[in-house]
C-alpha cells in the first residue's frame, strides 16, 4: 500500500494501448506505464516486432539473410533432439486485470484510493540550480556565484 495518507494520493486515469481500458495508477506506482497488464504489453510487442520484421525481410539486406537461413535449415533439417521445448509458453496465472471505472477509483498495483488528477503536480516548488545557476521562484536566472577558497595565509 503506498505510504501516504489516504485523501493524500493523487491518481491518474491512462488509457491502455493496446485494449483501451481505462485504470488508475497511483505516484509512486506509476513509472510511464502505458498497458494495463502484462498481456497486452506483451501482445502489443509482438505485434511491433512482427511489422519491424516484415519491413527488414523485405529489404535487400533482410532477404540475403533469409536466403542464407533456409540454406541452412534444408541441411539441418533432421537434427532436432528430444529436448526440444514447445514453442506455447505455459498459461500464466499472475496476470493483473484493470479496475473498471466506478465510484471509488484505485490504483491498480496498490489499491490506493484517491483524487483523480490529469497529470501529476511538479514536485519541489522552490528554487532549483541549473548548471551552477540559481534560477529564483518567478523564473529568472541570477548570476553564477563565484567561491574563493581562503588560503593559510592568516
Known amino acids: ?7 493524500d494520493v493523487l491518481l491518474l486515469q491512462i488509457e491502455c494501448k ?20 502484462e498481456r497486452c504489453r506483451t501482445l502489443a510487442q509482438k505485434t511491433a516486432h ?3 520484421q516484415s519491413k527488414y525481410r523485405k529489404s535487400e539486406k533482410g532477404r540475403q539473410a533469409n536466403k542464407t537461413a533456409e540454406k541452412r535449415r534444408r541441411i539441418n533439417k533432421n537434427t532436432k533432439s528430444v529436448a526440444d521445448e514447445g514453442s506455447t509458453p505455459p ?7 484493470p479496475v473498471l471505472l466506478s465510484q471509488n477509483p484505485k490504483c491498480l498495483i496498490c489499491g490506493a484510493s484517491g483524487q483523480v ?16 545557476h ?7 536566472v541570477t548570476q553564477k556565484k563565484q567561491f574563493r577558497w581562503r588560503s593559510n595565509d592568516c
Not at 21 to 26: A, H, N, P
Open 1 to 7: 500500500m503506498c505510504k501516504s495518507s489516504h485523501n
Open 18 to 37: 493496446w485494449c483501451l481500458v481505462k485504470f488508475f495508477l497511483c505516484r509512486s506506482c506509476y513509472s510511464g506505464q502505458c498497458y494495463c497488464c
Open 50 to 52: 512482427r511489422k519491424s
Open 91 to 97: 498459461p500464466s496465472d499472475d496476470i493483473l486485470h
Open 117 to 132: 488528477v490529469t497529470r501529476f503536480p511538479r514536485r519541489g516548488y522552490g528554487s532549483t540550480f541549473k548548471r551552477g
Open 134 to 140: 540559481k534560477i529564483s521562484k518567478i523564473g529568472r
